[in-house]
């Protein structure tokens, strides 16, 4: 049972925006900055967005995050078949620990 | 560029001690201001946080897991390790070392490539 809740699944069409939501809670998502991390089959996660709405580095502008109270959520605009991938929220919660969603394995239909 | 590496045995009989070495190349633990955790994954299922350390060795551990974890550096060897005792096999999964962005931030980069660790007799 993740501390984070994401829908287990979410798809869409080339070419369309999906989004992905991260609920939470005052004392995590509320209070912290939130990340995001995209995993493809068989391969470690990688650092997506940082500090709730900051692209990584490399990370396509199609890739948009933002927070509203204590949930967050991750926006894939102009969907393309290579992001069909497994995406994690994360965060700390008041004590400092780390915190994961339980992921949203995407599919590009 | 910053580089993880995990190692250890894949195979670990339950109620035994599970150990994994995390070496660290393209930085320095000692000179960096973040950070370095170990996060898991069940097969087929989410991430775990375990826990992360600092060069000083101060630790933050998932309380969930505290009373199992210990986390160490050995900053001669660039290394830091992961030791978890009394594993069942609810402890079989995917491990990662992996930069951790506290105190400032809540990100994890990079991640090393991950190792199987199954708990079986």
């Known amino acids: 049972q993740s501390v984070l809740t994401q829908p287990p699944s979410a798809s869409g069409t080339p070419g369309q925006r999906v989004t992905i939501s991260c609920s939470g809670s005052?004392?995590?998502?509320?209070?912290?900055?939130v990340t995001w991390y995209q995993q493809f089959p068989g391969t470690a996660p990688k650092l997506l967005i940082y500090s709730t709405n900051q692209r990584r580095s490399g990370v396509p502008d199609r890739f948009s995050a933002s927070r509203s109270g204590t949930s967050a959520s991750l926006a894939i605009s102009g969907l393309q078949s290579e992001d069909e991938a497994d995406y994690f929220c994360?965060?700390?919660?008041?004590?400092?620990?780390?915190?994961f969603g339980g992921g949203t394995k995407l599919t590009v239909l | 560029q910053l580089q993880l590496q995990e190692s250890g045995p894949g195979l670990v009989k339950p109620s035994e001690t599970l150990s994994l070495t995390c070496t660290v190349s393209g930085g320095f633990i000692s000179s960096s201001s973040y950070y370095w955790g170990w996060i898991r994954q069940p097969p087929g299922k989410g991430l775990e946080w375990i826990g992360s350390i600092y060069s000083s060795g101060s630790t933050y551990y998932n309380p969930s897991l505290r009373s199992r974890v210990t986390i160490s550096v050995d900053m001669s060897k660039n290394q830091f390790s992961l030791r978890l005792s009394s594993v069942t096999a609810a402890d079989t999964a995917l491990y990662y070392c992996a930069r951790d962005g506290r105190p400032i931030d809540t990100w994890f980069d990079p991640w090393g490539q991950g190792t199987l660790v199954t708990v079986s007799s």
């Open positions: 994360a965060t700390w919660d008041a004590t400092l620990h780390g915190v």
């Open positions: 005052s004392s995590n998502i509320g209070r912290t900055p």
